[in-house]
C-alpha cells in the first residue's frame, strides 16, 4: 500500500531507507500497513528501488507469501539489517518513533554502529498522513468490515434472549465473527447496568444487569478494523431515560451530518470543531461525555486524525474516523452511540448502518 | 506486588521514583504487576512512601478499586504528574525503557521540563528481575491457570469429532475459558496439516487437515498465564511419524527432569545450557528446531528470562518458564510439545500435566 508515495515522502525528506518491524520483540502497525500480509519480519523500503523484507528462517516460508523479496537470517536479524543498509556512509534510517521502544532504540543503534555513521529520522508523521487518507482499496476493506460488523451485531441484538451474562454476548460475537473467517478489530465491550457508566468496561462472567447495555463491537476485513457501539435497554426505560437516549443519539446524528468540507455550518472546518459541537448539542450533559468524539479507523483501531476537542486536522475526503458521543453517569448508567464513516465528496458517509432507534429488551 | 522490594532498588540505584503506564496511548506491563488489577492511570512509585495511581476522571471509578490512593486529572495527564512528580529539583525519574516509546517518551521530557531538570533510569532490568522470581501468591495464580487451561485442554479434544475447522476449535477454546471466568492469555493457535510446520501459524476457516494438529493455548488467571502446547495426530501416523512425534517427546521430557540447580546432569547450570542440550537430543532434527526451547512467564506470556541458546540466567528457585521443542519441516509437519513449569526445591515442577502421549483422531 503507498509505498511508492511513501518513497516520495523519503525523497523529500532526505531519509535513505525506511524500516518496520513486526517482530516478536517489536511490531509495528505500519508493518502491514505497507506490506498488507499478516506476514513477519522487518521490511525495508529504500528511497528507489524494490523495498524487501528480512525475516528469520523460521518465518521466511509464510513471509514469501508477502509478495515482497525475502532476505532470511537464520541467527542475528540486527547483522543482517546491518549488512543490508548500513554499507552507504551516513546512512538516514527512517523509523516510526511511535511504535520504537527505547530499549529496541538502543538495540538497532547498537547493531548499526558497525555501520558507517547511522542516524535515524522519525517517520511517523509521514506514515500517518499517508494512512489517514484511505485508496478506494482501503475504503472497499473498511466498507467490508463495517457490513460484517453490522450483520454480527444485528444477529446477536436478535438472539439477545439466548445470553444470561455479558461474557455469554461476548463469545458470541467472537464466534459469529470466526464463522464470517473474519478476526474481531479489539476486544468487545459488553456493559450492562452501572457497568455500562465506564467507557472501558471489561465484560464479566455475570448475569447481564437491567437497564442500557453498551455493545461496542468491531471486526477485522483484510487488515481493515470497523468499530460500532449501539445500546440498547433491557428491562423497561423511565421516560427519564428514553429522554436521555434520545439526546445522544440525536448529537450523534448531528455530528455525522455536520461533518462536511467547504460549506461550514456552525463553522465546523476541523475534527476539534466537529467535536466542541458536539458537546455542545449534549447541554447540561456535556460534563458526562467524557472522552473524544472518536477517532481514525483503518489497520489500527485507533489511528490518525484525532477526532478530539483541540484535533486542528481539518474534514477531508478520504479519511475515516468514527462518531461515538456517550453519556456516563458514575455508577448508575452509560449511553454511547457510535458509527464508523468515511468522508466522500465532502461529507462524511456511513459505513456502519445498523439502526440507531432504541431497542428495548423485557 | 513487591512494591518494597521495588523500592529498596530504586534507592539502590538512586531513583526518586519509578513510573508506569496503563493508558491508551502507552501500556507497561509492570503496571499490572505491581498493581495486580486491570485498572488504567500512571502508578507512581516513590522510593520511600506511599506509591499512587494518576487516573483520568473517565478512569477513576474503576481505578479506585485496586486499593491505590488515586490522583484524578481532567484534562492533562502530563501537566498532573510534573506537578506531583517534578518539585523537587534533579528529579530522577525511572521508566521501563522496554515498554516506552521514543515518541511517547518525548512526550514525557516535554511534560516534565518544566520540572527542575528531571532525568530518567531505566528500570527494566530491575522489573524484569522482580518479576523473574514468582512469590507464592504469584506460584498460585500460575498453578490455577494451568489447572484450567489442562481441563479446558483435556475436554477440546476430547470433543473433538465435533469440529470441522481450526478457527471452530480456536472458537470452542475461548469460550470453553470464558465459561471458566476466565480469558486467553494469547491467540490460540490451531495449525493442521502443513499449517503444522509454521510455528506462529494463524488458525483459519478451513477443514481440518490430516496429519499433526499443534495447539497452543493458554489462559489468564487474575492476570497470569499458562502455556501449553500439545499436538494430536488426525488420521493413521505412518511409523516414521510416530517415531518423530516420540523424539520430540523424549527431547521434552528430558529438558523437564535435566532444569535442575545444583547437581548439574550434563553440567546444565543456566536457561542456555537447557536449549543446547535439548537441540541435541533431537540429532539430525535438531536443524528443524528454529526457535527458542521456551521463555519465562507470568504476567506477560513472554518474560524473563530468556530460555534459548544464549541466555545465561542460571536455574534458580521461583523461576516459571515453558519448555517447548518442536520439529518443524518445512510445507509437510510440525510437532511441538509444550509445558509451564516453575523451579521449586532446586528443580522444575510440572504445572501443565495434561497427558503428552500422542493422541490420535481417525
Not at 70 to 78: I, P, Q, R, S, T
Not at 131 to 137: A, E, H, L, S, V
Not at 283 to 306: R, T
Request: charged content about 25%; overall charge positive; glycine content about 8%.
Amino acid at each position: 500500500m503507498k509505498i511508492k508515495e511513501l518513497q516520495t515522502q523519503l525523497q523529500k525528506h532526505k531519509i535513505d531507507c525506511a524500516v518496520f518491524f513486526n517482530l516478536e520483540e517489536h511490531t509495528d502497525p505500519n508493518f502491514f500497513y505497507f506490506v498488507q500480509h499478516e506476514v513477519s519480519g522487518c521490511l525495508v523500503v529504500p528511497q528507489t528501488g524494490v523495498p524487501y523484507i528480512i525475516a528469520s528462517v523460521m518465518e521466511a516460508e509464510k513471509t514469501c507469501t508477502a509478495g515482497f523479496p525475502v532476505v532470511v537470517y537464520k541467527k542475528e536479524f540486527m547483522e543482517t539489517l546491518a549488512a543490508k543498509i548500513g554499507k552507504k556512509k551516513n546512512t538516514r534510517v527512517g523509523i516510526d518513533e511511535s511504535s520504537v521502544t527505547l530499549a529496541f532504540f538502543s538495540a538497532l543503534k547498537n547493531g548499526l554502529k558497525g555501520s558507517s555513521g547511522c542516524s535515524f529520522a522519525d517517520t511517523s508523521g509521514i506514515c500517518g498522513t499517508l494512512r489517514m487518507i484511505k485508496t478506494t482499496q482501503e475504503e472497499g476493506h473498511l466498507r467490508k468490515a463495517c457490513e460484517a460488523s453490522d450483520e454480527i451485531l444485528e444477529t446477536c441484538i436478535d438472539q439477545w434472549n439466548q445470553f444470561k451474562t455479558e461474557r455469554e454476548v461476548y463469545d458470541f460475537l467472537v464466534a459469529e465473527t470466526h464463522k464470517h473467517g473474519l478476526v474481531i478489530s479489539f476486544t468487545p465491550i459488553v456493559a450492562s447496568g452501572s457497568g455500562a457508566s465506564q467507557p472501558h468496561y471489561q465484560s464479566k462472567n455475570i448475569p447481564l444487569k437491567k437497564g442500557f447495555c453498551v455493545i461496542d463491537f468491531g471486526v477485522k476485513y483484510q487488515g481493515y478494523c470497523s468499530d460500532t457501539t449501539r445500546t440498547i435497554y433491557l428491562g423497561e426505560p423511565t421516560e427519564k431515560e428514553r429522554k436521555l437516549y434520545e439526546l445522544v443519539l440525536s448529537a450523534q446524528e448531528k455530528a455525522v451530518v455536520q461533518a462536511r468540507m467547504g460549506i461550514g455550518a456552525k463553522g465546523i472546518k476541523t475534527f476539534g470543531d466537529l467535536h466542541n459541537q458536539c458537546e455542545k448539542e449534549l447541554g447540561a450533559y456535556a460534563k458526562y461525555f467524557v472522552h473524544s468524539l472518536g477517532h481514525g479507523v483503518g489497520v489500527q483501531i485507533h489511528e490518525a486524525p484525532a477526532v478530539s476537542k483541540r484535533s486542528t486536522i481539518p474534514l477531508q475526503n478520504g479519511v475515516a474516523f468514527t462518531i461515538e458521543p456517550g453519556v456516563y453517569l458514575p455508577g448508575k448508567l452509560g449511553i454511547r452511540i457510535e458509527d464508523t464513516l468515511i468522508m466522500k465528496n465532502k461529507k462524511a458517509s456511513l459505513l456502519t448502518k445498523i439502526s440507531k432507534k432504541l431497542i428495548v429488551k423485557k
